[in-house]
């Protein structure tokens, strides 16, 4: 495996269920991200973590609740969404002071 | 917060044509990217450019820090080149970089 992975691909799941999105890099990068594209919007940045510490909660509903449990892993819990929530959440890593920030492939989340 | 705005917001080519797309960017940043996203939702990476001119086949991109803006040239089109192009500039605080990210320009090329 290379790059960044994201796990499922695609989700769709009730308002009332629990659900984790799950994101690995394989780059050796320290500081991973959440951002959520929705349709016709320009993608928002909703986590940030540094050295497994979060650095950056853009005002994020509680109803997302990230986890780091080491600088390779990330996650992102759901519970009780919203339709509005329904969205593109993709993940991404980076390298301090090195070049860029690289993406994966994101999970489509469709909230009924 | 760093604003991003991208220009133009559509744009649609004939296959072989040339194209400028721009973003210009509110504060001055560390780091600045193009992406290119696929209809399957992949944010390719273009380039890193927080300054300068680089080349990548028909692409190019050039950063102007001084003045905040960056381009993208795309040369003689193809109906591969079509999707979303963004930007996305970032400043070093709080120990990592926040990547802000414009609203992107969606290009249509046609066959």
């Known amino acids: 495996e290379t790059g960044v992975t994201q796990t499922p691909r695609h989700l769709v799941m009730g308002m009332t269920n629990k659900k984790s999105l799950k994101c690995e890099q394989h780059?050796?990068?320290?500081?991973m991200y959440w951002y959520k594209q929705s349709a016709k919007k320009p993608l928002e940045l909703m986590f940030v973590?540094?050295?497994?510490?979060?650095?950056e909660n853009n005002s994020v509903p509680s109803r997302f609740s990230p986890e780091c449990p080491n600088s390779s892993h990330l996650f992102l819990h759901l519970h009780t969404l919203q339709p509005e929530d329904s969205a593109l959440y993709l993940c991404?890593?980076?390298?301090?002071?090195?070049?860029?920030?690289?993406f994966g492939s994101g999970t489509r989340l469709t909230v009924v | 917060g760093i604003q991003v705005e991208q220009s133009p917001p559509d744009l649609i080519l004939q296959e072989g044509a040339n194209s400028t797309l721009r973003c210009n960017f509110s504060?001055?940043?560390?780091?600045l990217q193009w992406f290119h996203q696929n209809p399957w939702g992949q944010l390719i990476n273009l380039f890193y450019?927080?300054?300068g001119t680089k080349q990548n086949g028909r692409l190019s991109a050039t950063t102007v820090a001084t003045e905040r803006y960056s381009l993208l040239y795309i040369s003689s089109s193809q109906t591969t080149d079509s999707g979303v192009y963004f930007c996305?500039?970032?400043?070093?605080?709080?120990?990592?970089?926040?990547?802000?990210f414009g609203t992107g320009t969606r290009l249509k090329v046609l066959a």
């Open positions: 504060d001055s940043v560390n780091n």
């Open positions: 450019i927080p300054s």
């Open positions: 973590y540094s050295l497994e510490e979060r650095v």
């Open positions: 991404a890593s980076s390298q301090d002071r090195q070049a860029g920030v690289t």
């Open positions: 996305a500039a970032a400043r070093y605080t709080s120990g990592t970089y926040k990547y802000i």
């Open positions: 780059l050796g990068h320290n500081a």
